[in-house]
């Protein structure tokens, strides 16, 4: 998850890839698509917090910290949600 999110931003910062973004009076559109600036914060936040997650959970498997590794597995689960539910904002 985190790859996508960092790929799609860095993909329109350096390497000039177009946004494909659809057009806000359209209904079904998220509300983030409504300016390319909103949009690429948004691939930030997101793209950050499971950077964080990933770290934490590659950290607890080397000190073999099995609950801290399930936490954070569930926190992953809990920030999937968080995107479905931010992209169903319309």
């Known amino acids: 998850m985190a790859y996508s ?4 931003m ?4 350096w390497l000039d890839e177009n946004l494909e973004l659809v057009q806000s ?3 079904d559109v998220p509300y983030f698509h409504s300016s390319e600036e909103l949009y ?3 691939l930030f ?5 499971f950077s964080l997650i990933l770290i934490g959970a590659v950290t607890f498997t080397i ?4 609950g801290w590794v399930f936490f954070f597995f569930v926190l992953s689960m ?3 949600l968080a ?5 169903a904002i319309k």
């Open 45 to 49: 936040i997101f793209g950050l917090i």
């Open 25 to 27: 009076d359209h209904p």
């Open 5 to 8: 999110f960092w790929r799609e």
């Open 40 to 42: 690429l914060k948004v």
């Open 78 to 80: 809990m920030t999937i």
């Open 83 to 87: 995107v479905m539910v931010n992209g």
């Open 10 to 13: 860095i993909g329109y910062m």
């Open 63 to 66: 000190k073999q910290k099995w």
